[in-house]
């Protein structure tokens, strides 16, 4: 059973960073694509950063310039550094991947959450 395991989440003044993990476990072919969301109270996750399938990186318009995904392919882990924090990055961030895993003799994909971890800015 494939699992995503989330850590690094916590409370930071506005300006300052942080960093996230995702750690992907259990029996699996290959992880396509793998990214992190984020959802603030009373709106619509979003994407926030990911690696595509194709291995180059999509980030939305308001963390360009303060967010930097990175993956350790050998861990099958992706890191979210987090600078220049504000108030608005307040929310729930959460891991996703794409994942290949095997049916009996079939390869089959199969898109996987983690459990979130907040993320607070506030002085």
């Known amino acids: 059973q494939v699992q995503l395991v989330e850590s690094g989440g916590g409370l930071v003044q506005p300006g300052g960073s942080l960093r996230l993990s995702c750690a992907a476990s259990g029996s699996f072919f290959s992880i396509n694509a793998m990214g992190w969301y984020r959802q603030a109270a009373g709106k619509q996750r979003e994407l926030v950063a990911a690696?595509?399938?194709?291995?180059?990186?999509n980030y939305a318009d308001s963390v360009k310039g303060r967010f930097t995904i990175s993956r350790d392919n050998a861990k099958n882990t992706v890191y979210l550094q987090m600078n220049s924090l504000k108030p608005e990055d307040t929310a729930v961030y959460s891991c996703?991947?794409?994942?290949?895993?095997?049916?009996?003799?079939?390869?089959?994909?199969?898109?996987?959450w983690g459990q979130g971890t907040q993320v607070t800015v506030s002085s």
């Open positions: 996703n991947a794409a994942i290949r895993v095997w049916v009996g003799m079939r390869l089959r994909e199969n898109d996987y």
């Open positions: 690696f595509t399938s194709a291995g180059s990186t």
